[in-house]
């Protein structure tokens, strides 16, 4: 059961190239999050989903792009990167059955992100 | 919109109780959780408060005052590895209600 992985763990990108940020996980969750974070700013939302083909922003949701094709998979675009987007990206899932599974999200280990 | 407010950095040495404290704002309340992150690792969950009151869990204890916005982490018996950054969460008010708006965090630095 390795729970949320998430894959690059670390990359570097040039001012307007583009990638994917994929992050999975096993746990059956309905639930999944991409955050970015950044030092002094805690942990902000880029978009989240609610369910397989389901998708919403969060509160930083500008130059991202999120898919959800299968539950298990979650994957966030970078279109054109811009230096505003170096950061560590995290991935996390959460299951609807009890209220508190609603708060308990399961993080992955996180992307650093570098654009250059 | 919502906010929460905690204080950047708290210190203590081995063995002491420290407290963080986190008060919120939000548009509707639906819980307060707390999360632990060691050197930039996963963030994981250490509790959630739904109702006015203490919860623990070991060393650690949540409380929350829905009157005043306002709750709490309580660490006691402090150990080396509790140095750690701490976050407070609420849900957000999104309609499906499943995303969780964090603070900015508090650096808790144990010292022997």
């Known amino acids: 059961n390795a729970g949320v992985t998430q894959t690059p763990k670390f990359r570097v990108l040039k001012t307007g190239q583009s990638m994917t940020l994929l992050c999975a996980q096993d746990?059956?969750?309905?639930?999944m999050y991409w955050y970015r974070q950044d030092p002094g700013m805690g942990l902000r939302l880029i978009h989240y989903?609610?369910?397989?083909?389901?998708?919403a922003k969060g509160e930083v949701p500008d130059g991202y792009n999120v898919s959800r094709l299968k539950k298990q998979n979650f994957l966030l675009g970078l279109e054109s990167a811009a230096p505003s987007q170096t950061s560590v990206y995290f991935c996390?899932?959460?299951?609807?059955?009890?209220?508190?599974?609603?708060?308990?999200?399961?993080f992955g280990p996180g992307t650093r992100l570098t654009v250059l | 919109g919502q906010s929460l407010e905690q204080p950047s950095e708290v210190t203590a040495v081995e063995g002491a109780i420290v407290q963080i404290n986190c008060t919120y704002q939000?548009?509707?309340?639906?819980?307060l959780s707390w999360y632990q992150q060691h050197d930039g690792g996963a963030p994981t969950f250490l509790s959630y408060?739904?109702?006015?009151g203490l919860e623990e869990t070991g060393r650690f204890s949540s409380f929350l005052s829905r009157s005043d916005s306002y709750g709490y982490l309580l660490l006691q018996e402090l150990q080396m590895k509790d140095s750690a950054s701490y976050f407070c969460?609420?849900?957000?008010?999104?309609?499906?209600?499943?995303?969780?708006?964090f603070g900015k965090g508090t650096t808790l630095s144990v010292s022997s």
């Open positions: 996390a899932s959460s299951s609807p059955l009890r209220t508190v599974y609603l708060h308990e999200q399961f």
């Open positions: 746990m059956n969750h309905e639930y």
């Open positions: 989903s609610v369910g397989e083909g389901t998708t």
């Open positions: 939000t548009s509707g309340f639906y819980g």
């Open positions: 408060n739904a109702l006015d």
């Open positions: 969460a609420v849900r957000d008010s999104d309609p499906a209600g499943t995303a969780l708006i």
